[in-house]
């Protein structure tokens, strides 16, 4: 039974670029949710998908976009790249409908802004 | 808005030593959940245990121990006679149900450092 996957494992971007990452959830798994961690930081949540749809959205920027896909992966967008947007990017696949909505993360997305 | 707050940035310790990580947690709701996450250095984050707001009962689980006590919104974690295995970032977070635990709030972590 695969994990949650993340592709790609690292990537370089100069500023005002834009990026695309991708996130596959575990299978049986509906929800994927976004996360942000900066160096020495804790995760901090940029948005989550439920049927093909942004459920909800943490205090970030219109610069960060997303889409679910009708298999329940993921694409995260961020457009005019910043210095600041350097951060491992965590991807979490969820069950709705648990009690708990517990949250399974991949391994990350390093992104380095130059 | 809820918050948590892990105060000890770093901790080093030598192999056998028990140690403590310490977790404090704000919230409006009454209704929960607290999460424990392991991030070693290849940057996945492992769960650890989850614990529901009405669940106070202590935890052992092998080496690993969780003492949740609401009175003082705290939620610690032991790791007894500790492995130089053990040495990660560990995260304390919290999922409430007015947001449909649809996020998670994170603290900064602290990093432990276990020697041999």
């Known amino acids: 039974d695969a994990g949650v996957t993340q592709s790609p494992t690292h990537l370089i971007k100069t500023r005002g670029q834009q990026v695309t990452l991708r996130c596959s959830p575990k299978s049986g798994h509906d929800t994927v949710s976004w996360y942000q961690q900066a160096l020495g930081q804790g995760p901090q949540f940029i948005f989550q998908y439920y049927e093909e749809e942004e459920r909800q959205r943490g205090n970030f920027p219109d610069r960060f976009s997303g889409h679910q896909f009708p298999n329940y992966s993921s694409e995260l967008n961020v457009n005019a790249l910043l210095l600041g947007d350097s951060a491992l990017y965590l991807c979490?696949?969820?069950?709705?409908?648990?009690?708990?909505?517990?949250?399974?993360f991949g391994p990350g997305t390093r992104l380095t802004v130059l | 808005a809820q918050k948590v707050t892990q105060a000890q940035t770093e901790i080093s310790v030598v192999e056998k030593e028990d140690v403590t990580l310490d977790c404090v947690y704000e919230t409006r709701d009454t209704t929960y959940y607290l999460f424990w996450y392991k991030q070693p250095p290849s940057g996945e984050l492992v769960f650890l245990i989850r614990r529901n707001s009405f669940d106070e009962q202590n935890e052992i689980s092998g080496r690993y121990s969780w003492n949740f006590q609401k009175s003082t919104s705290s939620f610690n974690f032991t790791i007894t006679a500790s492995q130089v295995v053990d040495s990660a970032v560990y995260f304390c977070a919290l999922s409430e149900a007015g947001s449909g635990y649809s996020t998670l709030t994170f603290g900064k972590g602290t990093m432990l450092l276990v020697s041999p």
């Open positions: 979490a696949s969820s069950l709705l409908r648990t009690t708990s909505n517990e949250q399974f």
